[in-house]
């Protein structure tokens, strides 16, 4: 049984040999904090929610999840109640799951095993955006037309629709595979204790690239920013959470424990540095550093690793400085009103299957949320290796390039550094994050 082709008008596919990178996710991380809490001159919190339609809502004051509902939906007794209706809607961002001929293997493998028809279809180009337009749906209490939906886990739009009451609280029994089979970067995470409401999809890194051809002694820190052997050749990111975030690392501090006292102080760091910069980038910080306009750079992970499959940019270095990198997640998770939900939660614990997660990742190349499926890529069998097989003259690299890649199968190393973000407790904290950074990339 095959999952049903993407609608018409829907985005057209790109060859996977040419794009898989990270470029397309990340949109929403880069502007998100621009829509949210910017104080004088631009959108406030309040004013966000209100052109949001959720003014008048009663807004908790921490962005994190809530408790588990005893009773109604997201109750143990609601899920007991719950039957299969073999068919499941699926939201996700475009170039995010695995593709051969126009079909996604990983999905036609899941109806064949379970009989579940799949929707898949890629609305989410930007957490904000796409939470606005479920929004007027998820306040009314009707269905979005969505099960599943894929949401960062450091954008606004995931704590609002946790403060709201807005997702359902997942079935834990219905989770054996993703409590056998998920790393601990995903594993408990910090922004939904005990996975109440998320199960990874996917995660990245913001971490720190160089030429070195030019830098020829190896960066290992993220003082480097700061060095003005470097001056006008250094490119610094334009979201202000990953701005401020790298200020925090510089003075020593972990963003996610970091006190409005620490950001003055990164924020000063950053105001310093500031002659040193060349740009404040958005995703363009990747043709700049390709062009050798600058030569140090922040980065997203994946973009370096498909840099590198070109020889012509071989000599772009990632690094994972010895401060931390800065790592992010994409969640799935069931929103309110959802007419399918047990059949949601089998196929979002089927994904963490090895065999299912090492197909995906050949294609995807992002931080796979499940650690056995690098012993996949170099020794398949059964389905995933007739599927890797049929895919690889596409994708153009043996499957072994994937597993041995850290960016998608992190080392401990790679893990021990890895920083979560801050969470804002209110909109207070979120307006004077902003406050403090924004300014420094605006000439």
Known sequence: MSTEEPEQGSTPRMDPSIERGMFLPRLSRRDLLKYAGMGAGAIGLSAFLEACGVKGAAVSQTTGPTATPSSGPGSATWWSQQTLHNQVNFANWPYYLDVYKGHHPSLDYFTQQTGIKVKYTEPINDNIPFYTKIRPSLQAKQPTGYDIIVMTNNSPALGFLMSFGWLIALDQKAMPTFYANAGPLVKNPAWDPGNKYTMAWQSGWTAMAYNSSV?????????????????????????????????????????????????????????????????????????????????LSWCWSGDIFQANLNSKYKDLKLVFAKEGAMFWTDNMCIPQGAENPKDAMTLMDFYFKPDVQAVVEYYNDYVCPVPAAKDVLLHPTGWAQETLKKMEPSIGLPPSVTADAPTVFPTPEVISISRPYYEYKNQDELTQWNNLFVPITQS
Do not use: C, H
């Not at 990164?266 to 990747?286: G, H, M, N, T």
């Open 215 to 295: 830098i020829k002694t190896p960066i290992t820190s993220v003082q480097s920013f700061f060095d003005p052997q470097y001056k006008g050749r250094i490119a610094m990111p334009e979201d202000p959470q990953e701005l401020g975030s790298i200020g925090l690392l510089a003075i020593g501090v972990e963003p996610a424990k970091s006190t409005p006292a620490d950001w003055q102080k990164a924020a000063q760091k950053l105001q310093e540095q500031k002659p040193l910069v060349r740009k404040y980038y958005d995703q363009s910080y990747i043709t700049a550093l390709k062009n050798g306009d600058t030569v």
